[in-house]
Each structure stands twice: as structure tokens, then as C-alpha cells.
């Protein structure tokens, strides 16, 4: 099983408000994990990836990995409404070839 | 152009006819995908070519028929779709498949199959 799952929300904060969006997965072969946003109607872009257990900042994105108990984590500090989108976990696999699986995605709304 | 094209965005066809997808890198990448998103449902990847060359197949029915003539181009044919084959059909592209590999997208071609 190589599933990837999210909690598709809908998830509503408040602008300035921290976003917490949570990923696990089922392989324990899983080598990378990634965060894509998607607006509505557009495609998927890179936020972040981490393949280190614990935190990985960038600006105000935070990724977090755990490989222990196989989350992966995305906090937005300070969001903005222009933070609204799908935000898409995805992980890596490699051991048998190059696969890449991704949950269905978590829908934020940042309310102004 | 820059980035990940695609061509058409928006294609509506019959279960009989046949077309194709196109997608072009300008990113100097070597590793081009095929994926399919379904409502509700999670990205699938459908193919993956590395050099020109496919490296994964994640059971696509024979109706989808990829071609990477080199590694910047990328073709989705398609022949006697079904009504569930409708979906957004994205390519995307990587530098290779070694360590993580960040994969960058293009606008999709929004499929309707009658």
C-alpha cells in the first residue's frame, strides 16, 4: 500500500493566523516528501520538500517530517488570503523505480 | 515560452476519434511525466521518461500511448477514450529521477471524452 492521505477540509483561518496542514503515508520507503500548492484551475507548484526528519524553513512555510511515525507537515505562518489554494502532500519512492504519489489535498481558505 | 507548455488546454472528444496531447520543457530538464487528476481524486502518475527514454508504465490502458521523441517533448496519444477517461492531464518535468526530484508542471489539458 502506497497511499498518501490527507484531510481534504475544508480548512479556515483567519489572516495572520497560523495554517497547519497535516500528511501521512503508508511506505516506509518513501525517501522525499513534497508540498505543492494548487489554485483553483491552475496546476501544481513546488513549495517545499524535505527528506531530513525534522524542520525545514522557508520563509513562512515550515515543512516538517517524521519518519518514525511517517507524517509530514506543513505550517504557514502569517497567511495571507492570497495563502487560499489546495495544498497537495506528495512523496517519492525509489526503491522499485520512480514513483511519486500524491494525497487528494487540503482545501485553505485564509479570511480576511 | 518558458517554463512547461502545453498544448491544447482544452480538447472535447468522441469515444471514436483520435488526438493527441502535447507537452514541451524550456527548463533544460531530462525527465518529463504524464499525470492524470480526476476530481476527488489524487494526482496518478500515468508515465515517467528519463533521457527520452520511459521508465515507468503504472498500468495505463493501451488507449493512452506516451512518445518522447527527446527529452523536451512529450506526447499523449489518445484512441477510443471512454466518458471516464475525462480529467486534467498535467506534464511535468525534472532535472533526472536522482535524489528528490522537484517536478514543475504545466497548465494541463482539460479533457472531455462524449
Known amino acids: 500500500q502506497k497511499e498518501v492521505e490527507q484531510n481534504s477540509g475544508p480548512l479556515s483561518v483567519p489572516e495572520g493566523a497560523i495554517a497547519s496542514l497535516n500528511c501521512t503515508y503508508s511506505d516506509r520507503g518513501s525517501q522525499s516528501f513534497f508540498w505543492y500548492r494548487q489554485y483553483s484551475g491552475k496546476s501544481p507548484e513546488l513549495i517545499m520538500f524535505?527528506?531530513?526528519?525534522g524542520d525545514k524553513e522557508d520563509g513562512r512555510f515550515t515543512a516538517q517530517l517524521n519518519k518514525a511515525s511517517q507524517y509530514v507537515s506543513l505550517l504557514i505562518r502569517d497567511s495571507q488570503p492570497s495563502d487560499s489554494a489546495t495544498y497537495l502532500c506528495a512523496v517519492q519512492i525509489t526503491n522499485t523505480g520512480n514513483q511519486f504519489y500524491f494525497g487528494t489535498g487540503t482545501s485553505l481558505t485564509v479570511i480576511p | 515560452e518558458t517554463g512547461v507548455t502545453q498544448t491544447p488546454r482544452h480538447l472535447v472528444m468522441g469515444m471514436t476519434n483520435k488526438k493527441s496531447l502535447k507537452c514541451e520543457q524550456h527548463?533544460?530538464?531530462?525527465?518529463m511525466y504524464w499525470y492524470k487528476q480526476s476530481a476527488k481524486k489524487p494526482l496518478e502518475l500515468m508515465f515517467v521518461y528519463n533521457f527520452k527514454e520511459q521508465t515507468e508504465n503504472n498500468s495505463v490502458p493501451s488507449r493512452f500511448s506516451p512518445e518522447c521523441p527527446n527529452s523536451s517533448h512529450l506526447f499523449l496519444h489518445l484512441h477510443t477514450l471512454q466518458p471516464e477517461d475525462s480529467a486534467l492531464y498535467l506534464c511535468?518535468?525534472?532535472?533526472?529521477?536522482?535524489?528528490?526530484?522537484?517536478?514543475?508542471f504545466g497548465p494541463g489539458t482539460r479533457l472531455t471524452v462524449l
Open positions: 524535505i527528506y531530513s526528519n
Open positions: 527548463l533544460g530538464h531530462n525527465a
Open positions: 511535468a518535468s525534472s532535472h533526472g529521477l536522482a535524489g528528490w526530484v522537484t517536478q514543475y
